[in-house]
């Protein structure tokens, strides 16, 4: 059963900063709340309140609400209209589906000078023969009653006709009254009879529910032993109609006739929780523990482990000789709940509680890595420097590769000339023809055209068509 609490009201006011001494609206449906209360102390701005679909029995502690001005109590377990007289602003009223008979306690909203809605339908006094006139005669100041307009004739039919009708109402109340007693008496023996079966339920069982039987001192015979052995087979035939049993009770609760009155409202509600805690109590047996992770295999080697489900990369860098690790963590998630551990062999980051642990292709030093993350993606990069280059993650020593020993002496003397002999560089370029390199491409200097002249071929004087000419100054 729900109750009204600090907490509750905080929950359901985020619209104001969950603010409560200045709430103007506030909705607690469905709740089952069986009580109204300090919602005058703590809500006193209140200008809507939804309130329907729960289990409150009396209007009772809205009498300071001043400012409010629409009230919601559909589908309540209410059987009397009260305690309204002090909500000076209210407009609109709603006590659909609720278990009103006194039909009379209408005139405690006459007070109300500002209501101008009021729904009653769904109601036994809906029900009375005259109840619109009684209700339009009452309260004068209605403009709808039941989502209908009421018109000014109605109004005026409704009053001259209103002695009469008040009559007639007075005369159903006292009826319904009647019928209402007995229903609350036969709803008493019903629990009191229920309470009766469970304490001898408890009475024939231990304190755990479970029944025990005297066990007797001597040993027990060859019979008494194979029943034994048959128990566990027996106890395993008895869950399955344990629980066709709970299903057919179900059945039978559900298709039982039964009145629409607050208090078939309340026990079908307790049958509900009590369904609701028999499935908690099968569900947490059901529930296994889990074996925790194994990180180490039983021979020491360790193992890889993804638990938190992480994309990750390994990279191998040769030119600072270290292994990095880029670990692809949650960009939002707080640096307070990763936790890292770099071994020798292989590197754990614990996610949330979770393992995510790496064998490394290579000896890394502890001590000299580091870890960081980005502040752009999140990720966590960790910097490992390799320990020399010994493989040990994937089982494979690098060898040497020596060379065959040359026994021969002749190779041994060839070997002892060339360490004696000096090599020098050889200068004569005649001895070997080496290609320039330096000269391979010619660059020739760019000269205008204007500039650039024209090359004239010299005439030889070997040329027998060559004629000196003393007039003609040489050609330089």
């Keep these: 059963m729900g109750r009204?609490?600090?907490?509750?009201?905080?929950?359901?006011?985020?619209?104001n900063d969950c603010v409560i001494f200045s709430l103007e609206e506030l909705s607690l449906h469905q709740q089952e709340i069986e009580r109204l209360e300090h919602i005058d102390k703590w809500c006193r701005d209140l200008k809507i309140l939804y309130l329907q679909n729960n289990l409150i029995g009396k209007i009772e502690n809205v009498s300071k609400l001043k400012k409010l001005e629409y009230l919601n109590l559909a589908l309540n377990n209410i059987e009397k209209i009260e305690n309204l007289e002090g909500c000076e602003g209210l407009t609109k009223l709603d006590l659909t589906v609720n278990f009103i008979g006194e039909l009379s306690s209408v005139k405690t909203l006459q007070h109300n000078i500002h209501l101008r809605e009021l729904f009653l339908m769904g109601n036994p006094c809906a029900d009375f023969d005259g109840y619109r006139q009684f209700v339009v005669a009452t309260?004068?100041?209605?403009?709808?009653?039941?989502?209908?307009?009421?018109?000014?004739?109605?109004?005026?039919?409704?009053?001259?006709?209103?002695?009469?009708?008040?009559?007639?109402?007075?005369?159903?109340?006292?009826?319904?009254?009647?019928?209402?007693?007995?229903?609350?008496?036969?709803?008493?023996?019903?629990?009191?009879?229920?309470?009766?079966?469970?304490?001898?339920?408890?009475?024939?069982?231990?304190?755990?529910?479970?029944?025990?039987?005297?066990?007797?001192?001597?040993?027990?015979?060859?019979?008494?032993?194979?029943?034994?052995?048959?128990?566990?087979?027996?106890?395993?035939?008895?869950?399955?109609?344990?629980?066709?049993?709970?299903?057919?009770?179900?059945?039978?609760?559900?298709?039982?006739?039964?009145?629409?009155?607050?208090?078939?409202?309340?026990?079908?509600?307790?049958?509900?929780?009590?369904?609701r805690r028999d499935q908690e109590k099968l569900s947490e047996k059901k529930k296994k523990v889990k074996a925790p992770r194994r990180l180490i295999a039983e021979d020491g080697r360790a193992l890889n482990v993804n638990e938190p489900k992480l994309d990750f990369s390994v990279k191998d860098d040769e030119k600072r000789h270290q292994i990095v690790l880029d670990l692809a963590v949650y960009r939002y998630m707080d640096t307070s709940l990763i936790d890292v551990d770099v071994q020798p062999t292989y590197v754990r980051v614990m996610v949330k509680g979770k393992p995510?642990?790496?064998?490394?292709?290579?000896?890394?030093?502890?001590?000299?890595?580091?870890?960081?993350?980005?502040?752009?993606?999140?990720?966590?990069?960790?910097?490992?420097?390799?320990?020399?280059?010994?493989?040990?993650?994937?089982?494979?020593?690098?060898?040497?590769?020596?060379?065959?020993?040359?026994?021969?002496?002749?190779?041994?003397?060839?070997?002892?000339?060339?360490?004696?002999?000096?090599?020098?560089?050889?200068?004569?370029?005649?001895?070997?023809?080496?290609p320039d390199v330096a000269n391979i491409v010619q660059e020739k200097k760019h000269v205008p055209r204007r500039v650039r002249a024209e090359t004239k071929i010299a005439p030889n004087e070997e040329d027998p068509g060559f004629e000196d000419n003393p007039e003609v100054p040489p050609l330089i």
């Excluded at 009204?4 to 619209?15: K, M, P, Q, S």
């Excluded at 064998?359 to 999140?378: C, N």
């Excluded at 490992?384 to 020596?402: A, F, H, L, N, Y």
């Design 4 to 15: 009204i609490t600090e907490d509750l009201i905080r929950r359901n006011a985020e619209h």
């Design 139 to 275: 309260l004068q100041q209605l403009k709808w009653l039941d989502g209908k307009e009421i018109e000014r004739s109605e109004r005026i039919q409704a009053l001259q006709n209103f002695p009469v009708v008040e009559q007639q109402i007075r005369e159903q109340e006292k009826a319904y009254c009647l019928r209402r007693a007995k229903d609350k008496e036969e709803a008493q023996r019903k629990l009191q009879e229920e309470e009766k079966e469970g304490q001898e339920e408890r009475s024939h069982s231990g304190f755990d529910g479970h029944v025990y039987m005297d066990t007797s001192s001597t040993l027990p015979s060859s019979e008494d032993s194979r029943d034994h052995g048959r128990a566990p087979e027996i106890q395993e035939r008895e869950c399955p109609k344990k629980k066709s049993d709970g299903s057919q009770e179900d059945l039978e609760f559900w298709n039982k006739p039964s009145l629409f009155t607050p208090e078939s409202r309340l026990e079908t509600l307790r049958h509900v929780e009590k369904q």
């Design 356 to 434: 995510f642990q790496l064998v490394l292709p290579a000896e890394v030093k502890p001590d000299s890595s580091s870890a960081a993350r980005s502040q752009t993606t999140g990720h966590l990069v960790i910097c490992m420097p390799k320990v020399g280059e010994v493989i040990t993650g994937c089982g494979q020593t690098s060898k040497r590769v020596k060379s065959p020993r040359v026994s021969t002496d002749s190779s041994r003397e060839q070997t002892e000339k060339r360490g004696k002999q000096v090599e020098r560089l050889e200068v004569d370029p005649n001895k070997r023809s080496f």
